[in-house]
């Protein structure tokens, strides 16, 4: 079984890595999205989100809009109340299904395979997303498929917008899910939507953050505070904080001044983003997509696969066996992938 690095308090929710999409920098090449600044006129609404307190910002089409981000919620992904979520939860034998259906979850992708239809995408933003496509499947255990009858997939379409940039749902969502892109949006921003899709939220926002970056609030735009907030509950899949992440904040966005709003902790701007996969993102996506459906290889879908120990905590990926049945780690609970005699 792999180690990995678990989080304090309720120690399982999302996991935090994350892209700017707007820069002011003359080295950024990315716009800010109207849609963000048209939120901070928004009434803002208090929910919980994986037990972690957020404001979110309802949409025309019924999502929310978490701390004015790009991410996407629906609704039952939040609630009125906290959550205990528990990364040391006793599997169950019951169909899990119905738990699933409870406000506050996020899912995986069934297969490590993301199921998508295109709708209205010029050849240009068609071609950059091919190439996003492409860095995650050369480089993780995702894989892509154009949908024929699947019902759990994702909608890639235009947001009609002239503007590198992008919203997506988080997670899989059955048939709502989706990803809006810009009339120019390139690679840079559409790998980053793709990592919403897998579940991933903001790298700016784990809790240890302030131990590798400074957050210069006095530059950042009025409106958009929200969007530095900290999550106390989120799970790391990566070892360390990772600023080369292509799902990290750039050191300009939000910026009201030109001064930067995010630095290392020598006052340094990072380094400018790429359209590509560091080196922590690749890991951090392989333990929580295991290959092979994480099975180490043997006749039987269980061979290889640990029994489960009451009181240890277990992180998205993890695989265990439990009265006879195979267990995987999703965000937030246990699913039942089946017998282990089938």
Known sequence: MKTKIVFNQLKFSALAIALSLVACSDNESIEENSELTEQQETQKIEKYFLGDRVLVSKENDGTYSLQGTDIRLFEEQLTDSPIEISATEEPSTEKT?????????????????????????????????????????????????????????????????NCNCGVATLGMNGSRGFIRLGTNTTAVVIIHEIGHTLGYIHEQNRSDRDSSVIINFDNIEPGAEDQFFISNNAQLITREFDTNSTMMYGSYTFSKNGQPTIT?????????????????????????????????????PCDGIDEWVAGQSYSVGDQVTFRGFLFERDFTTWINKGSCNP
């Open 264 to 300: 290392d902790l020598n006052g340094n701007v990072l380094p400018r983003r790429r359209a590509a996969l560091s080196t922590l993102d690749i890991e951090g996506t392989n333990s929580a997509y295991p290959g092979d459906n994480g099975n180490p290889g043997g006749s039987g």
């Open 97 to 161: 299904e119905g738990k699933l259906a409870l406000g506050g979850f996020v899912r995986k992708w069934t297969d490590n395979t993301i199921v998508y239809t295109i709708n209205g995408l010029s050849q240009s933003v068609r071609s950059e997303l091919q190439k996003s496509m492409d860095e995650w499947s050369s480089k993780t255990n995702i894989r892509f498929k154009e949908r024929t009858n699947e019902s759990n997939y994702v909608t890639i379409s235009s947001n009609g917008q």
